[in-house]
């Protein structure tokens, strides 16, 4: 089979609770599939009553690929596939015992949206105060508090008719179309399980094994199915890695991996994807979280390159080096797609976007949008460009109802046909037929008062400035802060600080007014577009999991923004754990060479100097090969800026570790915490020939202490 001794006792290990830790680049696909071939092959299991679960629909399609090349045709089933699939597939048989169509439907976001406006509207709920958005995170809240009481009262047939609320008349609404939501998928399915016996008895007994991927990032909710379908068997294996789980701020519990008492508990450490420096720099970062299970990923391959710590005067500095090193790279016979630019938030692109575009360097933004084609970048452009003057009718179509002004298609259509009449801008028909009855509502003349307003203060204030006002004066900027997407945003202040830039930059050239910017950044929007497959990949380290590269740049490594405070703040040691997990994975992206980011210069949030994230001082020093002049005031700075979080959100005070938990020390190896000095910030750990006062972050918690 050409596994590893770990991997092929993975493999072999059938029966009861198993649990594999599995590091990043360690092989735990392949264990998988194999897995799944020597139950159908040696042991003879037939696929009906293998459950093999996954977390995306490609990751099933890839199982599904591997597998089909190792058994018979006819071997692999629909039985290889996401948590929320199977749940449809069971639900298809098992509905019809509540009263449900077997041909229910399944409704995604969007249509929810539409269900959800319908109900606030109904109930006279402000849109502009309370999004579609927000409405749908009130319902899951309430479906996820008692899941059986809402199925119970609201969603079976023989339920009550009464509307008390827009949350009530949602789920109505649902029941009168037979519609499941995601999140009803999974709550019907345990329902069924919980209250009908024979279909329990039914399920149980044909899955003789499950086996889970990605086991770290599953709820608390995929964790009672994963139990109710193993209830009859037993044979629950699981797959994971604590140490790459990003996704608990939408409801993932890792805790519930780390805690899983198994029957075989293995730990997948050999990596076959990274050179052992980018090893090291991820071991001694990850070993900073306590919330997890102990381990260390080595390989045999040999090293190439030193990770190196690139340190910019500026943001601008940072993307031109990042460019370079790319042109350096395709002279030295590299590819573009060998390359790629992993950031905490979609925000730190455009930089990057700006210095290959400079040097047609080509470039996809993996899973979203380049920077200045994005919804809200576009909007306000479209403000300016009609700033700028009357005839640009692409942006008046795409501003004049945003924020809503009451002037819909038909309204849209009416003043086309009389500007194409006129032979006119649709602006300046607007202007013409202001008096007009279908176009005199005042939403609309304090649009053109708006427009006539800033046309005045362009010729006397800067870009930036305009662009602050006509964000507040539209209500625009109230719109996107109450849309609840952070992102948005962000991405708008990055706009304003890229408007500051040009200001700056052309000071003592006297163009630096409104029309010079539109031009300019029409120069990046408009900015051709390769059609060559090799691209250089930029993406959100969220975005990059699973995936990895020769060559990877993280950037914006800058204390606040990676690790992101407001993460901390909201959901302090939980938050900076998930943190520092989100760098691990960013690290084992990068198969032969990796570099680490960062810049001098201020924050966009506060105005703040900007210090050096403290994931790179968690790394030795030595270790990393420092590109550019790190003055070391810069790391003390870091230092303080992390006292004084801990200090804002009382971590001093923070529930010491009890006595008698078991933990590890690099270099005194495994021990038992005796006691805890409160003023020292230390314990006393008993190991087996010595005894040690320890600070809490070299020590690494193995179990808690036995009751």
Not at 96 to 113: A, C
Not at 604 to 621: C, H, M, Q, T
Not at 682 to 687: A, D, E, I, L, P
């Amino acid at each position: 089979m050409n596994l590893n001794s770990r991997q092929q006792a993975a493999v072999e290990a059938t029966e009861g609770r198993v649990r594999v830790v599995a590091g990043a680049g360690s092989g735990k696909t392949r264990v998988l599939a194999h897995r799944y071939a020597f139950l159908v092959n040696e042991l003879g299991i037939s696929p009906g009553n293998i459950l093999c679960l996954t977390f995306t629909n490609k990751a099933a399609q890839e199982m599904k690929k591997r597998i089909s090349s190792m058994v018979d045709r006819g071997s692999v089933n629909d039985f290889i596939c996401t948590i929320h699939s199977f749940c449809a597939k069971f639900l298809r048989k098992e509905i019809y015992r509540i009263g449900y169509p077997r041909n229910f439907t399944i409704i995604d976001e969007e249509d929810g949206k539409v269900l959800a406006r319908q109900a606030m509207q109904e109930f006279g709920i402000d849109r502009r105060k309370n999004t579609a958005e927000r409405f749908l995170k009130s319902v899951a809240a309430f479906k996820g508090y008692d899941p059986v009481k809402y199925i119970q009262k609201h969603l079976l047939p023989c339920s009550s008719s009464e509307a008390p609320d827009a949350t009530v008349r949602y789920l109505r609404l649902q029941l009168k179309q037979f519609a499941l939501d995601y999140d009803d998928l999974l709550y019907f399915t345990l329902y069924i399980l919980g209250h009908y016996d024979d279909a329990r008895k039914e399920w149980t007994e044909k899955l003789n094994y499950v086996m889970v991927d990605e086991v770290q990032d599953c709820t608390g909710d995929d964790w009672k199915l994963l139990h109710a379908v193993t209830s009859h068997h037993g044979n629950l294996f699981v797959v994971g890695d604590p140490d790459q789980a990003i996704y608990e701020w939408r409801g993932a519990n890792p805790k519930i991996f780390v805690d899983f008492k198994a029957n075989t508990d293995i730990i997948l450490n050999e990596n076959y994807r990274s050179t052992p420096d980018i090893l090291d720099v991820a071991n001694h970062i990850i070993e900073h979280n306590h919330n997890r299970v102990k381990k260390e990923l080595f390989t045999v391959r040999l090293n190439e390159r030193q990770v190196v710590h690139v340190h910019a005067k500026s943001e601008k500095e940072e993307a031109e080096k990042i460019a370079a090193r790319i042109e350096e790279g395709i002279k030295e016979n590299m590819h573009y797609g060998d390359f790629a630019i992993l950031y905490r938030s979609s925000f730190l692109s455009r930089h990057i976007e700006q210095a290959l575009l400079k040097r047609h360097i080509p470039y996809s933004v993996w899973g979203g949008v380049r920077f200045f084609e994005r919804k809200e970048i576009k909007d306000v452009l479209s403000y300016l460009r009609i700033v700028a003057g009357d005839n640009d009718d692409i942006s008046f179509r795409r501003i004049i109802n945003l924020p809503s002004r009451k002037f819909g298609e038909a309204s849209l259509k009416a003043l086309s046909s009389i500007a194409e009449a006129e032979g006119v801008p649709l602006m300046v028909a607007l202007r013409n037929h202001i008096g007009d009855r279908q176009f005199s509502k005042p939403p609309l003349r304090t649009f053109l008062n708006l427009i006539d307003s800033a046309r005045e203060m362009a010729t006397g204030i800067p870009v930036s400035e305009l662009t602050d006002r006509i964000l507040n004066e539209s209500g625009l900027g109230d719109l996107y802060r109450n849309d609840e997407e952070e992102e948005r945003l962000e991405n708008i202040t990055e706009l304003i600080n890229s408007m500051k830039e040009f200001e700056a930059g052309r000071i003592d050239e006297g163009d630096s007014d409104l029309v010079s910017y539109l031009q300019e950044i029409a120069l990046y929007t408009n900015a051709d577009k390769s059609t060559d497959g090799e691209k250089v990949r930029m993406m959100t380290i969220h975005q990059s999991k699973g995936l990895e590269f020769p060559e990877v740049f993280v950037v914006g490594l800058t204390e606040g923004i990676f690790p992101n405070h407001r993460s901390i703040r909201e959901r302090r040691q939980d938050g900076e754990e998930e943190e520092r997990r989100l760098m691990y994975v960013a690290v084992t992206r990068a198969e032969r060479m990796l570099w680490l980011c960062e810049s001098e210069g201020y924050m966009n949030e506060n105005g703040a100097l900007k210090y050096p994230s403290r994931f790179l001082s968690e790394v030795p020093d030595g270790m990393l090969k420092i590109e550019g002049h790190l003055d070391p005031c810069l790391k003390s700075g870091t230092i303080g800026l992390v006292s004084m979080l801990n200090e804002e959100l009382g971590q001093g005070a923070k529930k010491p570790w009890e006595n008698g938990t078991r933990v590890s020390h690099k270099i005194f190896g495994e021990g038992v915490i005796e006691s805890f000095d409160a003023t020292a910030k230390s314990y006393k750990v008993r190991f087996a020939s010595s005894t040690r006062n320890l600070l809490p972050h070299v020590l690494t918690i193995i179990s808690a202490p036995t009751i």
